[in-house]
């Protein structure tokens, strides 16, 4: 299946746009991303870039004449121009380095560049006269990340445009061992250019080492052109900048002055105005007197509340506008007229749309059982360009017309990248269900039945454990732990959306933190039960998967689950929580969801309910076949968790199996490994459940 990526509407046309698809080859194990010009007004595409290089990040220049796009054609990942129609193709940087992404001024005389710099931060600089030593010295902790050795890091770096090449570029952050955007998912969407095009606001967590690793306190910096000085916007009251006006002397020497704290320029400021949480992602309005971002409060505490927040960049005071939204903020846009924002959010399981004011009033815009995300503000300010998916459908482009008509906003589809599929495939029928829980609640469930589904017949289930821990069971589309296949091999699905979920408010999304064996793991076992006293459910044929905190669920499950399931999966998982704490890289994460560190036992209340019921300390009650696999360039959670877990299962007597991918990370990334991950999957439950 064609997989939609990144779009971009013109900006002096609403009937404009352009988005790019990658295609995956089976045979030749890799994929390549091509770029299609997309009419509006037709919903027709046209292939605009071919050949076995790819070509991606496609956006129009300001003057709607062009599209830059990123090309390796020249033995390098460079910045290119076309013109809209797919024709005059020419590359217009050369720059040593690889670029990653980019970003035009709104004037289109200058663009940002993110590439790769050296860092010395944590692992020491290679012995000059070794240079076939592979070992690494490592002095500091973040010398690892995701699935890579921190050796390099990415910088923004500003260079002019003459309509014809890009000059040579000057490092925002020149001589700071910080990262920017921040890894390991950090884009562009991490810097905005200014409407008049003479600042750039970025974000950057200005930490190394163990500071960076304990903290989530990243912040919103503002970088003048003319001046390069830049200023904290989220800590003004202990402004210093990083780069300040320099004075030359006679001896040619330089004076830096010292930065005016802004507490006497902006007597609004108050203390509370400082913050230490994750702010990430700023967007200014089109005025150019609001700057928005996404905000979350405490630090070290990643999946706290995403908040939108506003600042007046006239007044300096700032506001939260979605104190109203009970949840998580993920894409913004801003209104054309500077008034409100648009932004999505998960409730009830569903990512909407919604429209917020300056003054915190939310209004939601759909109401579909799926998930959409936006892209960007059609030129004429009338209509959002938007992606949408479900549990049935992967992401298509899609086009919101925001002028209301009886109550009710149109969704128009524009692409039908994988038509085809739907044409010829029967899914399965997806139902909400609501299940009471075993403290008196409920929790929503999607329940996936297989294609041509017979109530009179019995089927096996599956219970569906989600990672994250805090991400939602929403109608999200995956193209590996994907509900229709599960349903297409003929199992019944459930997906409960258990405590510790963001959708049903804060109070539910955070109860899973310092509680991993607690109520959400009854809120599992109340959902599987629930539907297994179906007639149509086979309660003898019960198997359990999951991957992450899913994979961990699995494990803990194992040794709790009083012989309801006959088989288990687990995909990266955390096996033993003490191990975990001690291996994984970021540590704020460990340190907010496990509560401390598992040495400090002086007292009771220091030991940790999550290291006391570690997994691996009940495996003597482990009955029941089990999977694990495992990816070993996964630093979020290292191999040897299940590698770990397979051979206390075969010490156990029990049968199990390893599936071990030496080259993916936290995911499944390459073609054929995914169809092994698919094979290897059915292939276990198979045996045991069918």
Known sequence: MGRIGSATLSPNSSHQAAYAVTYYNVQQNKSRTVIYGLDLSKSQSTLLTSGSESQRA??????????????????????????????????????????????????????????????????????????????????????????????????????????????????????????????????????????????????????????????????????????????????????????????????????????????????????????????????????????????????????????????????????????????????????????????????????????????????????????????????????????????????????????????????????????????????????????????????????????????????????YCQGGPQSPVSQFWSYRWNFQIMAANGYIIVAPNRRGLPGFGSAWNEAISGDYPGQCMRDYLSAIDYIAREPYVDASRLGCVGASFGGYSVYWLAGHHDKRFKAFIAHDGIFNTTQQYMETEELWFANWDMGSAPWLRDAQDHEQAIFRQSPHLFVDRWDTPILCIHGQRDFRIEYTQAESAFTAARMRGLDAQLLLFPDENHWVLRPQNGILWQRTFFRWLDKYLK
């Open 58 to 463: 496609p956006r129009f220049m300001p003057d709607g004449a062009h599209i830059a796009y990123l090309s390796s054609k020249s033995g390098s990942s460079q910045l290119w121009l076309m013109n809209t129609d797919g024709t005059e193709k020419r590359q217009i940087s050369h720059t040593s380095s690889d670029v990653s992404d980019y970003l035009f001024s709104p004037d289109g005389k200058m663009v940002i560049l993110i590439m790769e710099v050296p860092t010395t931060s944590s692992i020491a600089a290679p012995e000059a006269d070794l240079p076939l030593a592979t070992g690494m010295v490592i002095n500091d902790l973040m010398y690892k990340h995701w699935d890579t050795y921190t050796k390099t890091i990415p910088h923004p770096f500003v260079a002019s445009f003459d309509g014809e090449s890009v000059a040579t570029p000057i490092d925002l952050l020149a001589g700071e061992p910080y990262e920017c955007p921040m890894l390991p998912f950090g884009g562009i969407e991490q810097l905005a250019w200014s409407p008049d095009s003479k600042t750039i606001a970025y974000t950057c967590r200005k930490k190394t080492g163990k500071a960076y690793a304990i903290s989530t306190d990243s912040d919103i910096y503002l970088y003048d052109i003319a001046s390069g000085t830049t200023r904290n916007l989220c800590k003004p009251l202990h402004y210093r900048p990083y780069a300040c006006e320099k004075q030359g002397t006679s001896d040619g020497d330089t004076i830096v002055e010292p930065a005016r704290s802004l507490q006497n320029q902006y007597p609004n400021l108050q203390d509370d105005d400082v913050q230490a949480g994750y702010d990430v992602n700023p967007v200014f309005s089109p005025c150019g007197r609001y700057l928005a971002w996404s905000s979350r409060e405490r630090d070290g505490y990643e999946s706290d509340r995403a908040r939108l927040c506003v600042l007046d960049l006239q007044t300096m005071t700032k506001s939260y506008v979605t104190e109203a939204f009970d949840s998580d903020v993920n894409e913004f846009v801003w209104a054309a007229d500077s008034r409100s924002l648009y932004f999505t959010g998960v409730w009830h399981a569903k990512t909407q749309v919604y429209q917020v004011t300056l003054k915190g009033k939310v209004s939601q815009l759909t109401d579909d059982v799926a998930d959409y995300a936006l892209v960007e503000l059609t030129s004429d300010g009338k209509a959002l360009l938007v992606k949408r998916h479900s549990i049935s459908q992967a992401d298509e482009l899609y086009l919101l017309n925001l002028e209301a008509k009886k109550g009710k906003h149109d969704v128009t589809q524009l692409t039908t990248e994988n038509q085809y599929f739907y044409d010829h495939l029967t899914f399965g029928k997806v139902e909400e269900r609501w299940i009471p829980t075993s403290d008196g609640k409920k929790e929503l469930c999607w329940i996936i039945y297989p294609p041509h589904f017979d109530s009179s017949k019995q089927y096996p289930a599956l219970l």
